[in-house]
């Protein structure tokens, strides 16, 4: 009985709060900063495009407006029909140019996030 008393006494019971810990590591610190600052420059750039989509859409609008104007001649709705109709393809294209672009910076920053969370760690 006495062996089992001391077996107990010698077994120490501890805590370790993994999340904080990992939080804290240096390299997890400045794997997250370098993250945050993709993912800044990302948001950007999508902002930069949105904004040109934004002015894309609008001219087509005008010229929509335009073309189907009763106060512009014949020629000039002709006009601004043919102006429409390229700034509708232009608007495709862009919108395609917009999706492949965000598709293709989530997966870089999913890559990267994952990467360098296996890295930090090691």
Same mark, same amino acid.
């Given at each position: 009985?006495?062996?089992?008393?001391?077996? %107990? !006494?010698?077994? @120490?019971?501890?805590?370790?709060?993994?999340?904080k810990a990992v939080s804290e590591y240096y390299k997890w610190q400045e794997a997250t900063k370098q993250m945050k600052a993709?993912? %800044? !420059?990302?948001? @950007?750039?999508?902002e930069t495009l949105r904004l040109e989509g934004s002015k894309l859409l609008k001219e087509a609008q005008e010229f929509e407006e335009l073309a189907?104007?009763?106060?512009?001649?014949?020629t000039q709705r002709e006009e601004k029909k043919k102006s429409?109709?390229?700034?509708?393809?232009?608007?495709?294209?862009f919108q395609m140019r917009y999706d492949d672009f965000r598709a293709q910076k989530e997966t870089e920053l999913q890559t990267y996030s994952a990467r360098n969370a296996t890295a930090s760690l090691t």
């Open positions: 009985m006495l062996a089992w008393g001391s077996v %107990a !006494a010698e077994i @120490k019971i501890g805590t370790l709060d993994l999340q993709k993912e %800044a !420059a990302y948001l @950007k750039d999508l189907a104007s009763s106060a512009l001649s014949v429409f109709e390229e700034k509708r393809i232009d608007l495709r294209q």
